[in-house]
């Protein structure tokens, strides 16, 4: 995640990225990553990205607003790397470090704690469109990236205004003001494609399902559940509808 603006999405990724952690927990290891990744991506969607940030056992990778670490903990697991996981919700970073055991900061995406060039590529999944500075997560995605270094991005993008009711405190841009900034930040893209967020195998479906609901059986009368479950819920009838558009683009540095 990027600087949040709204308490609707503080309930959704941080109080309830506290609550996904005890979840999984209790019910075991085996559901971390399907959890980790609701929201952030499909295992096709990740695949599909992965192949195409040319990485080696050896890269440096920043999972840049990695939520409780889901994605991350997929890449190190499917790829041999250790990514570094940054996000700016501590309850989410304590999870991602706590869950995965990789190295997590808490860091808003406009301002992160790495030196220029820290990392040979980088990947921010739904991350774009929860900021109204998208120029300065660009930027800051950038910097920290070498020339030829690669980013991989999912941003659920809309090309036609949104019907109501729209979830709060989300900015969502089109892919046309999405390629402007790319290029502003000096970001070339290399290639896009729409994720499909349903092809993800069943057995992740089902860990998911059980650990949302054993969040539910512990706090399903906390106002601040209801308020995430209605968050996701907003944008789950955009996406379902055809109003957002889950795009991938994987760009390159320089």
């Given at each position: 995640?990027?600087?949040?603006?709204?308490?609707?999405?503080?309930?959704?990724f941080?109080?309830?990225?506290?609550?996904?952690?005890?979840?999984?927990?209790a019910?075991?290891?085996?559901h971390a990553?399907p959890?980790?990744?609701?929201g952030?991506g499909?295992?096709?969607?990740?695949?599909?990205l992965?192949d195409r940030?040319?990485l080696?056992a050896?890269?440096?990778v920043?999972?840049d607003?990695?939520?409780?670490?889901?994605p991350?903990?997929?890449l190190?697991?499917d790829?041999?790397v250790?990514?570094?996981c940054a996000?700016?919700?501590h309850?989410a970073?304590r999870?991602?470090?706590r869950?995965f055991g990789?190295p997590?900061?808490a860091?808003?995406?406009?301002r992160?704690?790495?030196g220029?060039g820290?990392?040979?590529?980088?990947w921010?999944?739904?991350?774009?469109?929860?900021?109204s500075?998208k120029?300065?997560?660009?930027a800051?995605?950038r910097?920290?990236?070498?020339?030829?270094?690669r980013?991989?991005?999912?941003?659920?993008?809309a090309d036609?205004p949104?019907p109501?009711p729209?979830?709060?405190?989300?900015d969502f841009?089109?892919?046309?003001?999405?390629?402007?900034?790319?290029?502003a930040?000096?970001l070339?893209?290399?290639?896009?494609?729409?994720a499909?967020?349903?092809?993800?195998?069943?057995?992740?479906?089902?860990?998911a399902?059980?650990v949302?609901?054993?969040?539910?059986?512990r706090?399903?009368?906390d106002?601040r559940?209801?308020?995430?479950?209605?968050?996701a819920?907003?944008?789950?009838r955009?996406l379902?509808?055809?109003a957002l558009?889950?795009w991938?683009?994987?760009?390159?540095a320089?």
């Open positions: 995640m990027s600087e949040l603006e709204s308490e609707a999405m503080e309930a959704e941080g109080t309830v990225a506290g609550w996904t952690e005890e979840a999984v927990r019910l075991g290891a085996g990553i959890a980790g990744c609701r952030s499909s295992e096709g969607a990740l695949r599909w992965a940030l040319a080696t050896g890269s440096r920043l999972d607003g990695a939520g409780v670490g889901g991350a903990g997929w190190a697991a790829r041999g250790r990514p570094v996000e700016p919700m309850a970073a999870a991602a470090h869950l990789l997590s900061v860091a808003l995406a406009q992160l704690p790495f220029d820290a990392f040979d590529a980088a921010c999944l739904g991350v774009l469109c929860t900021t500075d120029a300065g997560a660009l800051e995605l910097r920290v990236l070498p020339d030829g270094g980013l991989g991005l999912l941003v659920f993008v036609r949104l109501p729209l979830p709060e405190g989300n841009p089109s892919e046309a003001e999405l390629r402007r900034l790319l290029a930040a000096g070339r893209l290399r290639e896009t494609a729409t499909d967020l349903r092809d993800s195998p069943p057995e992740w479906d089902a860990r399902d059980a949302d609901a054993e969040v539910a059986r706090h399903r009368d106002p559940w209801r308020e995430a479950q209605e968050q819920g907003r944008v789950a955009l379902s509808g055809g558009r889950p991938l683009g994987v760009a390159e320089g």
